[in-house]
Each structure stands twice: as structure tokens, then as C-alpha cells.
């Protein structure tokens, strides 16, 4: 059973249009944290967000906390073929939670 | 600092082989992390150091699995008798106690292909 699951799997767009993905548990979490990886490379953080509610906003990404902090939303406003790669969700911790990924490619 | 670095970035072994890997985190940070993912799916945890300490070792994915930090520093994770299943990208990372705010800083990881 994944702790985190994030929807769609895998998405492809054409440049200039605007996307969101998800990021789903049954549990409660503290806090959230978003990564972005390129292929072959590791993870990048994007963005923590820690209280219910909260939006965070990083030039085109908007990110979501979701009321009861038990999910969560990354919108992508008109994406760039710089964009592409996994997004990911984790919970920072001890053990550290990472979501089971969204795919994102953005066509030219 | 140039972040957190690990060799080599690529392996090729035969089956049956051990292998073993070697991580450098940023040398601020004092806890240490090793994780597998395989393509198109999030990392899973393998196991952390604090310092020294190896803090949690319970979701190593089996007894061939093992991993240290003798000084607190840099890490080795070793697979002994390496089978097709091992083969995935192994990623380290590090970050300061406070995970929550700081994030972790990750490494490009070393792709693993057993043969």
C-alpha cells in the first residue's frame, strides 16, 4: 500500500497549456514537500508547504496544500518543454515518503 | 561545496558479483540517506545515518543489502551477490536534522545493471 499517491502516472501536453497533478493519502502529514527530477539526475526540491490551506507560488507552479493537510496540488500554468520530467511528492521524515510519481512531458 | 556526489554514476556487474558504492554528502549535513527507484517510479527507502549512526536498516531489501558511514562523513552501500532484480538507480541524499524545512539534497544517483 503506497502511503502517497499522486494522479495521472504519466501526462504529455503541448507546450503552452496548463496542467495539475495530485497527491493523495488517508493520513494526516505535517508537511509536504515537492521535487522535481530530470532523467538521470536526482530530485530537486521545488517546494515545503506545512500548514493546511497553504499556497505557495513559484514563478508558474502553484502549489496546494490541501485543507485537512491530507493532500495536496502542483499546477502548472501554460508549461514549457523545460518543464518535462517526474514530479514528486514526499513526506520529509525520518524515513522520508516519496509519492509514486507523476511523468510529465511537455511537447515543443 | 559541490553538493552531494556519488560514483561511479554507472555500474555494469554480472550476476553473482558484489558491488559497492560510495556516496559524499554535503559535509554540513550530518544525516545521510540511500534509496533505490527503478523507472518512472518515486525512490523507496532503503536506510539513514545520523552522524555515525545507522538509524534505520529495516527496510533494507534484504541481508545482501548492507551499508556504513565509519566517520560520519561519506557512505558506502554494498550488494552482495547481485542479482537482475538489483539492477535500478541508487540515489543518496543528506540534509541538516530538520528535514521539514531544509528539504534534502540529493546526488545523480549510480544505475546499477546487473547482467
Known amino acids: 500500500t503506497q502511503l502517497l499517491e499522486q494522479s495521472p502516472q504519466f501526462l504529455s501536453i503541448q507546450e503552452g497549456e496548463n496542467l495539475t497533478v495530485y497527491c493523495n493519502s488517508s493520513?494526516?502529514?505535517?508537511?509536504l514537500q515537492w521535487y522535481r527530477q530530470e532523467p538521470g539526475e536526482g530530485p530537486v526540491l521545488l517546494v515545503t508547504?506545512?500548514?493546511?490551506?497553504e499556497v505557495k507560488k513559484l514563478k508558474r507552479l502553484t502549489f496546494q496544500f490541501g485543507d485537512a493537510r491530507k493532500d495536496s496540488s502542483l499546477h502548472i500554468t501554460a508549461a514549457q518543454p523545460g518543464d518535462t520530467g517526474l514530479y514528486l511528492c514526499?513526506?520529509?521524515?525520518?524515513?522520508?515518503?516519496f509519492g509514486t510519481g507523476t511523468s510529465l512531458t511537455v511537447i515543443p | 561545496d559541490t553538493g552531494v556526489s556519488q560514483n561511479p554514476r554507472h555500474k555494469i556487474t554480472k550476476r553473482g558479483q558484489n558491488v559497492t558504492f560510495r556516496c559524499d554528502p554535503i559535509?554540513?549535513?550530518?544525516?545521510l540517506y540511500w534509496y533505490r527507484q527503478t523507472l518512472g517510479q518515486g525512490p523507496e527507502f532503503l536506510t539513514y545515518f545520523q552522524n555515525e549512526a545507522q538509524l534505520e536498516k529495516s527496510r533494507l531489501l534484504s541481508d545482501r543489502f548492507s551499508a556504513e558511514r565509519p566517520k560520519g562523513s561519506f557512505s558506502t552501500l554494498e550488494i552482495q551477490r547481485t542479482e537482475q532484480g538489483d539492477s535500478a538507480m541508487y540515489l543518496c541524499?543528506?540534509?541538516?536534522?530538520?528535514?521539514?524545512?531544509?528539504?534534502?539534497?540529493f546526488g545523480s544517483g549510480t544505475r546499477l545493471t546487473v547482467v
Open positions: 559535509s554540513e549535513h550530518n544525516r
Open positions: 541524499a543528506s540534509s541538516f536534522e530538520a528535514p521539514f524545512i531544509y528539504g534534502y539534497t
Open positions: 508547504v506545512v500548514t493546511g490551506g
Open positions: 493520513s494526516v502529514f505535517s508537511s
Open positions: 514526499a513526506l520529509p521524515g525520518n524515513q522520508f515518503y
